[in-house]
Antibody, heavy 117, light 110 residues
């Protein structure tokens, strides 16, 4: 079965960086585009970024463009999100998700990033 | 990339039907037949309930249905059950690659 397991979250000071990881299993990873979606505490879902199946095409949400970088290593079945210049408003659960045509069909359980001094 | 507009809350009694609306623009819902709906229980990851406006993934109850007219999509849940109480989010393609979500709707089963 499809499994997506995120890691790398934690408490970090404003202005610092983190790298989130997502290990995929149960499907052919290099066939699928992958997303990151985040959810601030008590708030709704916010789409963050997408990367194509081969890593050649990437797109970002307006609030993270220029600070976050999505990447993947198909040899390791792993998706990454490099998050730089963190702000308090970046505090969220970050979900890794498998992309289908125009929607997300599977989600991981998420990893919490808390930005606080 | 403005969020799609959903009502903050809806409620219904067991056995009733409810409909959640999701309003976008000609750049997202109006431009693509790629509307999806997700159910999220507290502390859990979202779950896909509807994709491509009205298709159900395998395993999702037929009580869930979706539709779209112009810039507005809708999710209808018939025969409401206690387990349906959750947050529901709509989503649409905003470009050929990107997505936009609605603000979410809290469904209360009375």
């Amino acid at each position: 079965q499809v499994q997506l397991v995120e890691s790398g979250g934690g408490v970090v000071q404003p202005g610092k960086s983190l790298r989130l990881s997502c290990v995929a299993s149960g499907f052919t990873f290099n066939y699928y585009g992958m997303h990151w979606v985040r959810q601030a505490p008590g708030k709704g879902l916010e789409w963050v970024a997408i990367i194509s199946y081969d890593g050649g095409d990437k797109h970002y949400g307006d609030s993270v463009r220029g600070r976050f970088t999505i990447s993947r290593d198909n040899s390791k079945n792993t998706l990454y999100l490099q998050v730089n210049s963190l702000r308090a408003e970046d505090t969220s659960v970050y979900y890794c998700a498998r992309g289908a045509d125009g929607y997300i069909d599977y989600w991981g359980r998420g990893t919490l990033v808390s930005v606080s001094s | 990339q403005s969020a799609l507009t959903q009502p903050a809350s809806v409620s219904g009694s067991p056995g009733q039907s409810i409909t959640i609306s999701c309003t976008g623009t000609t750049s997202d819902i109006g431009a693509y037949n790629y509307v999806s709906w997700y159910q999220q229980h507290p502390g859990k990851a979202p779950k896909l309930m509807i994709y491509d406006v009205s298709d159900r993934p395998s395993g999702v109850s037929t009580r869930f249905s979706g539709s779209k007219s112009g810039n507005t999509a809708s999710l209808t849940i018939s025969g409401l059950q206690a387990e349906d109480e959750a947050d529901y989010y709509c989503s649409s393609s905003a470009t050929s690659s990107t997505l936009v979500f609605g603000g979410g709707t809290k469904l209360t089963v009375l």
